[in-house]
């Protein structure tokens, strides 16, 4: 499959077709979600996302790298170092380096503004040094640069058929929910690293302080007032999904399925949060197999529907073509997300 998303992308150097095939098994490795998503693309435009996905994960690996005190200055010089190859990667459209080669021809080849990959760095560098939020509104001025600039790169990718302009609000609300989520479903695995991405007000608003999340860790023990500041948490996350919902509609045709199918999937792991008691302190929720399933075959359905209406719209002369031939819909792409 890699050969055939590289081809049709017209990715033809040796060099950059393994920088993009970097990027796409550190997409299939650490993102099932998402890769799962990117499947569900039209093949021509998926090395894109991988390049972008893998770039994003490669930096928040070593923001997430575990150490002593002496570590964050270490993690400190790889982000520097990383700034410095994307910014010559960015100008020159050459790095040594496999997900920085594959972002710089990705930005080039989709007109990215440079300026969304500066704001991310400057948000990993936060999370060096910050460990928790005072209120949402800091939390969310962080997500501009970890969660909302992720959703505007991928806007170029996936296309519009509104202005652009008017679609980036919603596609930049995506990527905080998506990340809001992550946020609930991780509460205890973040509290190890020593952060916290619940508001601390709104913790207070319930009685609870990181002291109290610590206790609940470190004991199993269930705490209503927790379970209460949670749910107000899962709460403001669903009002996000509500803002990033129109936006959906905006996309191509083509790439609806991919994105209506990760809005799904997110949405479901805010679900398996509630049905499991809000219990994240001490366990991962995750989305039942069976309905994983149901969603990717639903998202095979509206691929297959969308792709059938290009091609009846280009036999009738109305719409340019599709780059490439739509690609079968391939039964095992269920089993894989299962």
């Not at 393994?18 to 993102?31: I, P, T, V």
């Not at 969660?147 to 609000?169: E, K, N, S």
Request: proline residues 5%.
């Amino acid at each position: 499959m890699t050969e055939r998303e590289l081809d049709a992308a017209g990715i033809t150097d040796p060099v950059l077709r393994e920088a993009y095939d970097h990027c796409r098994r550190l997409n299939a490795r650490h993102g099932r979600t998402y890769f799962l998503a990117t499947r569900l693309l039209p093949v021509e435009r998926r090395p894109a996302v991988h390049a972008l996905y893998g770039f994003a994960r490669w930096a928040d690996d070593i923001v997430d790298a575990l150490g002593t005190g002496a570590d964050t200055a270490r993690r400190d010089a790889e982000l520097a170092a990383l700034e410095r190859e994307l910014a010559k990667g960015l100008r020159d459209g050459e790095s040594a380096e496999p997900v920085v080669r594959a972002l710089a021809d990705t930005a080039r080849r989709y007109g990215i503004d440079h300026a969304h990959f500066a704001d991310f760095m400057t948000a990993m560098r936060s999370d060096l040094v910050v460990t928790d939020y005072a209120d949402y509104a800091a939390l969310r001025r962080y997500m501009h640069g970890s969660a909302a600039v992720i959703g505007l790169q991928m806007l170029p990718v996936l296309g519009t058929v509104t202005d652009r302009g008017t679609a980036a609000p919603h596609a930049a609300a995506l990527g905080v929910a998506f990340q809001l989520t992550n946020f609930l479903r991780d509460v205890g695995e973040d509290l190890d690293r020593g952060r916290v991405y619940l508001p601390a007000d709104l913790l207070a608003a319930h009685g609870v302080d990181r002291e109290r999340l610590r206790w609940s860790r470190d004991t199993g023990r269930r705490d209503p007032r927790i379970t209460s500041a949670l749910r107000a948490f899962e709460r403001l996350t669903r009002g996000v999904y509500r803002q990033a919902a129109p936006g959906l509609a905006m996309l191509e045709p083509v790439s609806r399925p991919c994105i209506r199918t990760a809005f799904v999937l997110y949405g479901g792991i805010l679900h398996a949060v509630a049905e499991g008691g809000y219990a994240v302190l001490h366990r991962r929720s995750v989305v039942p197999r069976r309905r994983r399933a149901v969603v990717a075959a639903d998202g095979l359905a509206r691929v297959a529907a969308a792709r059938l209406r290009a091609r009846s719209a280009a036999a009738r002369g109305t719409e340019q073509a599709p780059l490439t031939a739509p690609e079968p819909v391939e039964p095992r792409m269920v089993e894989e997300v299962a």
